[in-house]
């Protein structure tokens, strides 16, 4: 069934399709070969209203839905998929906070992600476990007031840029009644004595998107850190996984539209260099 496009997503798919052209496009290429983040582009882009799309015009946000966001998204990723992964996943983080944090918490933490000021990260992958969270070793355990994390996470994007300002770590803080291990999420701000962000990972492809191994040992933060209930931490990381799939297919359909771009467009310049 074909259900149009509203006004303001219309609106906001133009303005995205805009800026991409207009300023992602000219030295895409080469600003991905050197791998530098795009610090004034990802400026550019929040000024524009981008990094706040499904939020509350009360946390500075624009005050839509995930609909318009996911059509910008897609159009971003039709030219450079690595700020559209940036864009994404700072997004993502900030959505936890958006439906778990406290009042507080989205005033200090998510604010400054939905104006698109600094960037979060989400640290749910691990070394030896990958994203299977019953196989996580990463503990955190409560002494004094203050949380004492221990252990690592592998591959976490937004982690390691100027502008990153925290990492949500889920780690077992725990044991149910039941006998399961007891999940939670806990935000570390970047500088926390114990939390070291290891050297950028180098990958084939996707260079501009930040990415770095975490270690914490003996990372202490405050007791009100923790993002929503304590042993609610899977739930909340599901969450998060189920709106990043939605993301990450908008990101997936940009990524082929620009593929298919390219295809064409060499096609053209083909025949017509043989004609």
């Known amino acids: 069934m074909y259900v149009p496009l509203t006004d303001i997503e219309i609106q906001i798919q133009k303005a995205a399709r805009e800026f991409a052209e207009e300023q992602l496009r000219p030295g895409a290429t080469e600003r991905d070969a050197a791998g530098a983040f795009p610090y004034d582009l990802f400026r550019r882009c929040a000024e524009l209203g981008f990094t706040g799309i499904p939020f509350s015009e009360e946390y500075g946000g624009v005050g839509a839905s995930w609909m318009p966001f996911v059509l910008a998204l897609e159009e971003i990723s039709r030219v450079d998929v690595s700020f559209a992964v940036t864009l994404s996943v700072t997004t993502d983080v900030a959505s936890i906070l958006n439906v778990l944090g406290t009042e507080e918490q989205k005033r200090r933490w998510m604010e400054p992600l939905v104006r698109g000021t600094h960037i979060g990260a989400f ?59 007891e999940f939670s999420g806990i935000l570390v701000p970047n500088g926390t004595p114990g939390y070291t962000v290891m050297l950028p990972e180098y990958k084939i492809g996707w260079k501009r998107s930040d990415t770095h191994q975490l270690l914490f040992e003996d990372c202490r933060v405050p007791e009100g850190n923790l993002i929503g209930e304590r042993g609610k931490g899977l739930h909340a990381a599901l969450n998060m996984l189920q709106l990043g799939r939605v993301t990450v297919a908008a990101t997936a359909v ?22």
């Open 123 to 181: 640290g749910l992958t691990e070394p030896d476990g990958g994203s299977d969270v019953q196989s996580m070793p990463t503990k955190a355990g409560l002494e004094d007031g203050h949380w004492v994390i221990n252990g690592s996470k592998a591959f976490i994007t937004n982690s390691g840029t100027d502008i990153s300002l925290f990492v949500i770590v889920f780690a077992i803080t725990g044991q149910r009644p039941d006998g399961w291990k």
């Open 254 to 275: 940009g990524l082929a539209q620009g593929c298919l771009d390219e295809c064409i467009r060499y096609g053209h310049d083909f025949c017509g260099s043989i004609a």
